[in-house]
């Protein structure tokens, strides 16, 4: 499985509904809120807390999939899976590839939409 930035531009654009202002203000939330909640998941593996970084890699992982965001939605879902067994060893190094992700993807979306 490749770890790159991949975004679903049909669901991304049918989402953005003709990049509307409201879609606007929704997408530059969604720019903040993300990295807030990616660092509940971060803080939930250091601490080992399976149940919070399972509830947090979901969260993430649904909005992320609203915008598009395939690849980033795609190792969220692998890090809650792996948290709802029960079994934290490696998410670190998942959630450091989350992160990385989501801002790739953020600036493809700048550079191929304009956002």
Request: aromatic letters at 8%; one cysteine or more.
């Amino acid at each position: 499985m490749s770890d790159a930035p991949s975004i679903d531009w049909e669901q991304l654009d049918m989402i953005a509904d003709g990049y509307t202002p409201d879609f606007v203000e929704i997408y530059r939330e969604f720019e903040v809120d993300l990295p807030r909640i990616l660092g509940e998941a971060k803080t939930a593996i250091s601490a080992a807390d399976a149940t919070r970084a399972a509830r947090a890699a979901h969260q993430a992982k649904g909005s992320a999939a609203n915008f598009g965001f395939c690849g980033f939605s795609a190792v969220m879902a692998r890090i809650e899976s792996q948290a709802k067994a029960g079994n934290i060893v490696g998410l670190e190094g998942e959630a450091q590839t989350a992160e990385r992700l989501f801002f790739e993807s953020l600036a493809l979306v700048k550079s191929e939409r304009g956002m």
